[in-house]
């Protein structure tokens, strides 16, 4: 029943390079795209959002970039740093429901 | 503003038992959104709360119910407890929609069942 697909399932990236995680949704009805960063023993929380008006947007050094066409997004991480190791989650979302990918866990290499 | 706190942070129970789980949205926040979250399934979304009313819900058994008082305040309650009822439940709070703004995690409860 999952409709949205992420990967890698796991991320190590050496300091100052770049992390990029993919995810691929099924539904067209969704309209709202976010990625949740969970750090151990917390809950998730946002880390930027898109809607598929827009092909790319950019916070910091974290950026989306969404292609409505074949359903898939990406979130690149840019300059990663050791602070950055967490389990980011992309999803996927209309009026009713929201749907989670299964989660990649970045580390990033002093 | 204090951020969306849950009670209790862990908690054991057994097969057949009930439990209740209690979530406090930040205030000013009207849409409050339940998640379980395990290992093997991810995060699933249960039910999302609006002006004490059931807005949305997910593929989840009768067995998980919840409401939402007149304050926001909402509790989630899982009867007839289950072995794969272990997880993490998250609660969640917007202002007005769980599914197309901003939402906020409070930490969890850890429900183990035995």
């Known amino acids: 029943q999952q409709q949205v697909k992420q990967s890698p399932q796991s991320l190590i990236v050496q300091k100052g390079g770049i992390s990029i995680i993919n995810c691929a949704y099924e539904?067209?009805?969704?309209?709202?795209f976010p990625w949740y960063q969970q750090f151990p023993g917390k809950g998730p929380a946002l880390l930027i959002a898109?809607?598929?008006?827009?092909s790319e947007k950019k916070e910091g050094r974290f950026t989306i970039s969404f292609n409505k066409s074949a359903k898939q997004f990406s979130l690149h991480i840019m300059d990663s740093q050791p602070g950055d190791s967490a389990t980011y989650f992309c999803?996927?979302?209309?009026?009713?429901?929201?749907?989670f990918g299964a989660g990649t866990r970045l580390t990033v290499k002093p | 503003k204090a951020g969306v706190t849950q009670t209790p942070r862990y908690l054991i129970k057994t097969r057949g038992q009930q439990v209740t789980l209690s979530c406090s949205p930040i205030?000013?926040?009207?849409?409050v959104s339940w998640y379980q979250q395990t290992p093997g399934q991810g995060l699933q979304f249960l039910f999302e709360?609006?002006?004490?009313?059931?807005?949305n819900k997910g593929n989840f058994p009768g067995r998980f119910s919840g409401r939402q008082f007149s304050n926001s305040r909402s509790e989630m309650n899982v009867s007839t407890l289950e072995l794969g009822d272990s997880a993490l439940y998250l609660c969640?709070?917007?202002?007005?929609?769980?599914?197309?703004?901003?939402?906020?995690f409070g930490p969890g409860t850890r429900l183990l069942v035995l």
């Open positions: 898109i809607r598929p008006d827009v």
């Open positions: 969640a709070s917007s202002l007005e929609s769980s599914f197309q703004e901003t939402q906020y």
């Open positions: 205030s000013g926040h009207r849409s």
């Open positions: 999803a996927a979302s209309d009026n009713n429901d929201m749907r």
């Open positions: 539904n067209t009805a969704f309209d709202y």
């Open positions: 709360y609006f002006s004490e009313t059931q807005r």
